[in-house]
């Protein structure tokens, strides 16, 4: 029958593992008791000390039983491309990104292997259209994540474009010949193929298109910070060095982590710390002490996490209504703003002609034009933000426009996969 193989779907912010057994399909696999979906494991890692990890919806319950004490690592896949992040500490002990990676793969894998009841070391892993525009960097984050999935303890590995995955996935239910443009729009990246889908079996040549952009979710959560909510720590702090005599303002570099999810956790590592520590020293006026003073209570009480929760619930809310409350209610970092989705979708428009540009790149690659498309299917979360909804929209018309399930689609097409290459 083949060995057996897992099918992982290795997100920004969620993960998933199904799996390719004894020539039949396993379908997503219950990995997180705590979690509201089971099946949906959080891509998050909490260090409450340097040798104790815990994962997905646990690593949240623990941060918060442990008021928000240690390191909790989130959105960690979004770095695989930058040659400049090589990891980071946890208490002393390094912690390089392939680690990291490799970490979280390996409980996924110990999960599965724990419900499936035997050892595995073959998977099927996903991957971004593109984890970068450039080639280069494209290649060096492939080549992290192999050696994270060889970590972890893969022998026999497939990386798969996810938005193909998700076509293989469609596949399944088409009775005739179909043009499908699919759309994945996740935390990280959002990505395209063009693919030919019919009743028939899947052959590489089939897919006449594929292209993606490394902006998506995280993306967008961060235009909250950036546009506004960093002036109440510190974006616009003026400030003397000692012996100095020059009018300085907040670094755009210590700005940079702290309006990316991704990012900002690092801004607890002691070098930045210890710069922002600089700054406050040499602050100009109260306000501008006040400011750096709320960046420091958000780093020291760990409140990092839960505040970009609550900016990605207020990017949820301007789905569904015109404008949203943004309010964040700890001691000394009380603060209340009313955003309007005119407003969002302003400041998201350059990200939002990345975003497209690589649709256009997509449709390039196949010599085709909109109007051949015969379906367009959408997946992940933020295919349901009405920027990138309308875009869609305009272009290929509502009737073509077909929404997945967010989060399994991929994973489906993935299993398919596995199955194909067995």
Not at 114 to 139: F, Q, T
Not at 183 to 211: C, M, N, W
Not at 231 to 255: H, Q
Request: charged share 30%.
């Amino acid at each position: 029958m083949g060995k057996t193989t897992l099918a992982i779907d290795f997100g920004t912010s969620n993960s998933l593992v199904g799996a390719w057994k004894d020539g039949k399909r396993i379908e997503a696999l219950a990995l997180d008791h705590l979690a509201k979906d089971p099946t949906l494991m959080r891509t998050l890692l909490y260090f409450p000390s340097g040798d104790v990890c815990f994962y997905g919806a646990e690593a949240v319950s623990k941060y918060l039983e442990n008021e928000m004490d240690g390191r909790l690592f989130r959105s960690f896949k979004s770095h695989l491309p930058n040659r400049q992040y090589l990891g980071t500490f946890v208490d002393d002990r390094a912690l390089p990104l392939e680690t990291m990676i490799g970490i979280f793969m390996l409980e996924l894998r110990k999960r599965a292997e724990k419900i499936l009841g035997e050892e595995i070391d073959s998977a099927v892993v996903g991957r971004p259209a593109r984890y970068s525009l450039d080639v280069a960097a494209d290649n060096f984050a492939l080549h992290r994540m192999t050696k994270a999935a060889q970590y972890a303890g893969f022998k026999n590995l497939e990386f798969v474009p996810e938005p193909l995955a998700a076509a293989l996935d469609m596949r399944r239910s088409m009775k005739e010949e179909k043009l499908i443009l699919v759309g994945d729009f996740g935390g990280g990246t959002s990505d395209f193929t063009l693919i030919r889908v019919g009743p028939y079996a899947f052959q590489k040549e089939h897919v006449l298109g594929l292209d993606g952009c490394p902006k998506a979710g995280d993306a967008l959560d961060s235009l909250f910070m950036s546009n506004r909510l960093n002036d109440f720590f510190g974006a616009k702090t003026e400030y003397k060095v000692l012996f100095g005599s020059n009018r300085m303002t907040m670094p755009l570099s210590v700005m940079d982590r702290l309006n990316r999810p991704a990012h900002i956790v690092h801004l607890k590592e002691p070098a930045t710390y210890d710069f922002i520590r600089e700054i406050r020293k040499g602050a100009l006026g109260p306000k501008d002490k006040e400011a750096v003073d709320r960046l420091f209570l958000l780093i020291e009480d760990q409140q990092i996490f839960p505040f970009f929760e609550k900016i990605e619930r207020t990017k949820r809310d301007l789905s569904h209504a015109d404008s949203a409350i943004f309010e964040f209610d700890y001691p000394d970092l009380e603060i209340k703003a009313n955003f309007k989705r005119a407003e969002f979708e302003k400041w998201a428009e350059p990200t939002s002609e990345d975003i497209f540009a690589a649709l256009d790149k997509c449709l390039k690659q196949a010599g085709l034009t909109e109007d051949r498309v015969d379906l367009v299917c959408l997946t992940g979360g933020s295919a349901q933000v009405p920027l990138i909804r309308n875009e869609l929209v305009r272009r290929f018309g509502t009737e073509k426009l077909q929404t997945q399930s967010h989060f399994h689609s991929v994973l489906s097409g993935l299993i398919e996969m596995a199955g194909h290459l067995n």
